[in-house]
């Protein structure tokens, strides 16, 4: 490998982890979603279908903070007295 290509990597990897979506894009996909499936807006079954989509994605939040929970148990406190003697 050369010698820049590490450099490279570690900063395409970080970049990745910046990619976010502001709530205004996730709710402009969520309505597509939603039109794609039929549901036009301003109607009831669309509001519904945006509400589905919005309790799924907390689902799944909720779910993955379960999990990673689980492989992360409470701290292990390890008690020992250190005893100092005086001369």
């Known amino acids: 490998m050369r010698p820049l290509t590490i450099p490279c990597l ?3 990897a970080g970049l990745a982890g ?5 709530p205004e ?4 996909l969520d309505e597509e ?5 039929g549901f036009r807006p301003g109607t009831d ?3 519904e279908c945006l509400q589905r989509i919005d ?5 799944e939040r ?11 148990p409470d701290p292990v406190v ?3 007295p250190i005893i100092v003697r005086r001369d």
């Open 10 to 12: 570690m900063l395409a």
């Open 18 to 22: 910046c990619a976010t979506i502001t």
């Open 25 to 28: 894009e996730q709710r402009a």
């Open 33 to 37: 979603n939603c039109r794609s499936y």
């Open 45 to 47: 079954a669309f509001a």
């Open 55 to 59: 309790l799924d994605r907390r689902a």
């Open 62 to 72: 909720r779910y993955r903070m379960a999990e990673f929970d689980r492989w992360d």
């Open 78 to 80: 390890v008690y020992r």
